[in-house]
């Protein structure tokens, strides 16, 4: 069955210190990749798409990579703030629609 | 300001009422889309709409209706033969032409009383 999973479902880490958000999926081809943050009670708001035929897209503090092999995407914030800590999902599109992770909530304690 | 309204924020149903969730976009996006979020799940399509007067169904459809009568409008209702309602609606909209990220509402949280 086709699945997508995100590590798990918290991450807490050091002020400073990067963040690494994995994406794993099963069963889809996508073409393109995309993660979004989405703060308590509000909707996503996105951040990056990646297509397959990128390895790797920076902005800013953020940097994601795509394994089209191994299936995989990570997601990483350098320099981790307080400000930082949400609720990040990824999204893959196999064919029209995108397809969501069920998230990954990251804490950056100060 | 361009950007996409949902309201209301919060509603309450009681069993065997319909209601429905106003969505509002002035972004000039041709696609726009319903889904649904629960606790621990990822964000689950209910319907789309890539053109006017057009729309499909997505994964769980069962239980809600839309329309798609204005470019800026995707108002979706929630019948009462949607058995488990209660969750938080986010409806979302994109430009046609490319994978582009999603612009999303700020939600709408429905419980049933």
């Known amino acids: 069955s086709q699945k997508i999973e995100q590590n798990s479902e918290a991450l807490n880490i050091q002020e400073g210190k990067t963040a690494t958000l994995t994406c794993n999926y099963t069963?889809?081809?996508?073409?393109?990749l995309q993660w979004y943050r989405q703060d308590p009670g509000r909707g996503p708001v996105f951040l990056l798409l990646?297509?397959?035929?990128?390895k790797e897209k920076r902005k800013e503090r953020l940097k994601v990579t795509f394994d089209t092999t191994l299936k995989q995407s990570l997601f990483h914030i350098t320099a981790s703030q307080p400000a930082d800590s949400a609720t990040y999902l990824c999204?893959?599109?196999?064919?029209?629609?995108?397809?969501f992770g069920p998230g990954t909530r990251l804490s950056v304690l100060p | 300001d361009g950007g996409i309204t949902q309201s209301p924020k919060y509603l309450f149903r009681k069993e065997g009422q319909n209601v429905t969730l106003s969505c509002e976009q002035n972004?000039?996006?041709?696609?726009m889309y319903w889904y649904r979020q629960d606790p621990g799940q990822g964000l689950r399509l209910i319907y789309y709409?890539?053109?006017?007067?057009?729309?499909q169904k997505g994964d769980i459809a069962e239980g809600y209706s839309v329309s798609r009568e204005k470019k800026e409008s995707f108002p979706l209702t929630v019948t009462s033969a949607q058995k488990n309602p209660t969750a938080f609606y986010l409806c979302?909209?994109?430009?046609?032409?490319?994978?582009?990220?999603?612009?999303f509402g700020s939600g709408t949280r429905l419980t049933v009383v």
């Open positions: 979302a909209s994109t430009s046609k032409q490319g994978h582009y990220g999603y612009t």
């Open positions: 069963n889809y081809s996508p073409a393109y």
């Open positions: 990646i297509r397959e035929n990128e």
């Open positions: 999204a893959l599109a196999p064919g029209q629609n995108f397809v």
């Open positions: 972004l000039n996006h041709d696609a």
């Open positions: 709409s890539q053109i006017v007067n057009d729309f």
